[in-house]
């Protein structure tokens, strides 16, 4: 999966506030999230966040672009 610094992503199952949207903050062998709702922060290993996310809502290039 090609994701990037700045990418906001909809996971499957909804946190515990409500927020489906996630920020992505950080990525590596770990990528760290920031809720769009709360501003929760959470590190997943790579391959459960790729398990979990449902789809990338809006990359970080179309932020920069407008």
């Not at 996971?11 to 927020?19: A, I, R, T, V, Y």
């Not at 996630?22 to 709360?38: M, N, P, Q, S």
């Not at 398990?51 to 672009?65: L, P, Y």
């Amino acid at each position: 999966m090609e994701i990037q610094l700045g990418d906001i992503v909809r996971m499957k199952k909804p946190h515990p506030c409500g927020g489906t949207d996630w920020e992505i903050t950080r990525v590596g062998a770990d990528v760290k999230i920031k809720c769009l709702t709360c501003a929760h922060v959470v590190m997943l290993e790579r391959y459960i966040f790729e398990k979990r996310v449902k789809q990338i809502v809006r990359r970080a290039e179309e932020v920069q672009d407008v």
